[in-house]
């Protein structure tokens, strides 16, 4: 099986051995390339490092919400805005075996609780500094606090864990995050939306990382999983990481008939299994 993981586009490279060592845990005995990306991410969520589960980031109320998805050319499951679980992946594949491909905010929770999710804090110190940080930068601007338009302007960061994997022309891919920094409770990015944050089809599998407004915006992972029979995998990422505003960061894993492959605006901690 092939597969390739990131740790989120921003990170960096020093954070590979992270990635690597949650793509050998979790991929490790698993039998299909879906059990494998859910496993990876799972593993990457418990990594307190990556913003994803455990270490997710935390919103501008001081909650946590987060999104996951997962994908085979069969079918999607996908959440948004869940809180207080510990692996929003194993929720989105609950979805991926349900009759429905998406579920969101308080209602995913509850459905994750009737199956057994137990309630579970997902905040670490560092992420409380981060966010005490950020509000001290907003401090004595209360109009900014109150309107959101400013709040687009100051969405960071979107780094998300994702993996993408191949067998004998089967694809599937995985993908989980805490949302950006300057985060309003509400706010859903591209992890979790079909298309954007994430795509399998005939031609690969496709996971993003980046500012999720803009992915959402451009589509970019159909778009890259589109252009793969023309371009090849390498151009079609490349293609995709370049159709973006200068300021903007954006991460691309796929795999295809060509094997498994990354591009980035910025470092992005990666590993990858051939
Ligand atoms: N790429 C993750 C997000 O924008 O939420």
């Known amino acids: 099986m092939q597969i390739i993981a990131h ?23 698993t039998e299909t390339p879906l059990e494998a990306v859910v496993g990876v991410v799972r593993e990457l969520e418990d990594d307190p490092i990556f913003n994803a589960g455990t270490g997710s980031r935390i919103r501008l109320d001081g909650t946590i919400q987060m999104d ?11 959440i ?11 929720v989105a594949l609950e979805v991926y075996h349900s009759p429905y491909v998406f579920l969101a905010g308080a209602d995913v929770t509850r459905f994750a609780r009737k199956l057994g999710y137990e309630d579970y804090d997902p905040s670490t110190e560092k992420r409380e500094k981060e ?10 601007d209360d109009k900014e606090l109150d309107d959101l338009r400013n709040f687009y302007r100051k969405v960071g960061f979107g780094d998300t864990v994702g993996c993408v994997a191949a067998e004998d022309g089967n694809y599937a891919a995985a993908v989980s995050t805490g949302g950006t920094d300057y985060c309003i409770r509400g706010r859903v ?23 999720g407004e ?24 490349r293609i ?4 973006l505003p200068e300021d903007t960061t954006l991460g691309i894993i796929a795999v295809g008939e060509e094997g498994p492959w990354a591009d980035s605006s910025r470092e992005m901690p990666q590993a990858k299994k051939l």
């Open 189 to 211: 990015g591209d992890s979790p939306v079909p298309g954007a944050g994430f795509f399998v089809g005939e031609h690969g599998a496709v996971v993003t990382t980046g500012k």
């Open 68 to 78: 996951a998805a997962v994908m085979t050319p069969e079918d999607i499951g996908s």
């Open 131 to 140: 966010l005490a940080e950020m509000k001290n930068k907003l401090k004595g």
């Open 7 to 29: 740790g989120g586009v921003g990170g960096t490279r020093e954070q590979d051995g992270c990635v690597e060592e949650a793509l050998e845990k979790g991929s490790k005995g």
């Open 80 to 90: 948004a805005a869940v809180e207080r679980v510990r692996n929003p992946i194993l």
């Open 240 to 243: 995709g990481v370049e159709n």
């Open 214 to 237: 803009e992915i959402i915006k451009r589509m970019t992972a159909i778009r890259c999983h589109d252009m793969i029979p023309e371009y090849g995998i390498k151009e079609a990422c």
